[in-house]
């Protein structure tokens, strides 16, 4: 058996999510697994550097499966494209070292989150971007956005009010940039928790249109507490835009 590390780009409108779930077919993890295993003739596992939620888009999500050594490279790639739905996508593929997991090996992910704020809807891009017609300021969400850089504990962004495991994460920088009527959010970290990034680009949103004072973003860092951080902003705005490995050796 050989592995590979696959590149995926989605757009994430109509599945469930990346996880494979048994209530539903519509998850990116389930298509991918269903095409690679219809031509190894047996199961194949295909393991995602980490999940998005219904609704999120990629460009850069990864993934690796083991698939046996007759296939060649040049012929997982084709059969991928395929017969995968059309909303559904692998830019790239390469063989990577036998213990090379998608999800433990990951050093950093990147996401993009693009808020419209323009009085005119963007029709073309309403599944890419999250509609918010209110004017928003950016210095005011920048100044919110640097408490939360560095390792901390980000329970209050967390969506499973449940979690169990350590919600201590890694933020190394919140880019926020104005283009045109977008605001473009940039998010890199070791990992993110369920919904954190929603959550936390919410809470920049009511501390941008005026709701909530840029310090305000301390206290509820501090708080641990789900109840006091923003609302869970929408799905479609958010975007996996890249996964870094650093070297990956054989």
Known sequence: MKNYM?????????????????????????????????????????????????GVHATGQKANFHMPEHFSKEEIFTWLNEHLPSDIAVTSIEEVPERFHARYN??????????HTGIVPDVFRRKYVYDYKVPLDIDRMKKAADYLIGEHDFKAFCGNRKMKKSTVRT??????????ADIVITYKGNGFLQNMIRIITGTLI?????????????????????????????????????????????
């Open 171 to 180: 933020i190394y920088s919140i880019d926020i940039e104005k283009k045109a």
């Open 6 to 54: 696959i590149n995926v780009a989605y757009d994430g409108t109509r599945y469930k999510g990346w996880q494979v779930q048994k209530s539903t077919e519509d998850t990116i993890q389930g298509k991918l697994q269903y095409v690679l295993s219809t031509l190894a003739g047996k199961s194949i596992e295909v393991i995602g550097s980490g999940r998005t939620d219904a």
């Open 206 to 250: 009511e501390i941008g249109d005026g709701r909530r004072n840029p310090d305000e973003m301390a206290d509820i860092l501090e708080s641990k507490d789900r109840s006091r951080a923003g609302y869970t902003a929408s799905a479609c705005g958010l975007t996996l835009y890249e996964v870094d490995y650093g070297k990956v050796d054989g």
């Open 106 to 115: 990951a050093v950093s992910k990147t996401y993009v989150y693009t808020i």
